[in-house]
């Protein structure tokens, strides 16, 4: 049997802010020994079940910092994870060096563009953060969303913009999730590669599965003829997306 390898995005898709917990869920990431992010029962007690059986590759624009906050069951560390919107591979935990390099090396050549629009985002209003995120990418964060959306400048910059609610995401061409799984398919060319994500900053990681897991609203954009399977409305997404890697198995 091929080696299943479930590469998921993680706020959002698997875990949830403490503004959506509901009774039950369990809490993966404390800040400050404030909770913050929560998984529901089934879906961790499904990943726990699964954790031995299946590759699982957590894969988010979290810096490597963020991303090592989550405690998984057990406090198992996953084999592999991508931080950094794809830009960082973790073995073990520990830092790829010869990933780094590669992504570096795509970063570096849009540094520029990045440090030119970072003091002109800064000067927004309602603006909290601006900063570049392990030297790969421009962050910004505003009060809301209203005045995220309000930046003038969409197609005005060589970077890939993403808009998520109150927050800018730059990014340089070459680091997103769907250049991960490719550089990841290469090493592990027999596996079968589930992804699940939420969000448009996702979409090229779902077309570079062999089969994509989406939410049961959003990525409306998704084209058609890829393999995928869509939540129902009445399950919760991470309960779906480990429910669907335990019924591959079988």
């Given at each position: 049997?091929?080696?299943?390898?479930?590469?998921?995005?993680?706020?959002?898709?698997?875990?949830?802010?403490?503004?959506?917990?509901?009774?039950?869920?369990?809490?993966?990431?404390?800040?400050?020994?404030?909770?913050?992010?929560?998984?529901?029962?089934?879906?961790?007690?499904?990943?726990?079940?699964?954790?031995?059986?299946?590759?699982?590759?957590?894969?988010?624009?979290?810096?490597?910092?963020?991303?090592?906050?989550?405690?998984?069951?057990?406090?198992?560390?996953?084999?592999?994870?991508?931080?950094?919107?794809?830009?960082?591979?973790?073995?073990?935990?520990?830092?790829?060096?010869?990933?780094?390099?590669?992504?570096?090396?795509?970063?570096?050549?849009?540094?520029?563009?990045?440090?030119?629009?970072?003091?002109?985002?800064?000067?927004?209003d309602g603006i909290i953060s601006c900063r570049m995120v392990d030297g790969l990418f421009l962050y910004a964060h505003f009060r809301t969303e209203e005045a995220a959306a309000a930046w003038p400048y969409w197609?005005?910059?060589?970077?890939?913009?993403?808009?998520?609610?109150?927050?800018?995401?730059?990014?340089?061409?070459?680091?997103?999730?769907?250049?991960?799984?490719?550089?990841?398919?290469?090493?592990?060319?027999?596996?079968?590669?589930?992804?699940?994500?939420?969000?448009?900053?996702?979409?090229?990681?779902?077309?570079?599965?062999d089969l994509a897991l989406l939410p049961a609203e959003g990525i409306p954009s998704f084209p058609s003829g890829r393999a995928c399977c869509r939540c129902p409305a009445s399950v919760s997404f991470p309960e779906?997306?480990?429910?669907?890697?335990?019924?591959?198995?079988?």
């Amino acid at each position: 049997m091929r080696q299943l390898l479930l590469v998921c995005d993680l706020d959002n898709t698997v875990l949830y802010s403490y503004h959506q917990k509901q009774p039950g869920d369990v809490c993966v990431e404390r800040v400050e020994e404030r909770e913050q992010r929560f998984m529901p029962l089934k879906a961790f007690r499904l990943l726990d079940a699964l954790w031995d059986k299946i590759c699982f590759v957590p894969v988010t624009t979290r810096s490597m910092e963020q991303y090592q906050r989550i405690q998984w069951p057990k406090k198992q560390v996953p084999e592999l994870a991508f931080t950094d919107n794809g830009a960082v591979l973790l073995r073990n935990g520990h830092p790829d060096a010869e990933w780094a390099r590669h992504s570096r090396s795509l970063a570096q050549k849009y540094t520029p563009a990045m440090r030119e629009i970072q003091p002109v985002l800064s000067s927004r209003d309602g603006i909290i953060s601006c900063r570049m995120v392990d030297g790969l990418f421009l962050y910004a964060h505003f009060r809301t969303e209203e005045a995220a959306a309000a930046w003038p400048y969409w197609n005005q910059t060589v970077l890939r913009l993403y808009h998520s609610g109150r927050k800018l995401y730059f990014l340089p061409p070459g680091i997103d999730k769907g250049a991960a799984v490719k550089r990841l398919r290469i090493e592990r060319e027999q596996s079968l590669i589930v992804c699940a994500g939420d969000s448009e900053m996702d979409v090229t990681m779902l077309e570079s599965a062999d089969l994509a897991l989406l939410p049961a609203e959003g990525i409306p954009s998704f084209p058609s003829g890829r393999a995928c399977c869509r939540c129902p409305a009445s399950v919760s997404f991470p309960e779906f997306v480990f429910s669907c890697a335990q019924s591959l198995l079988k």
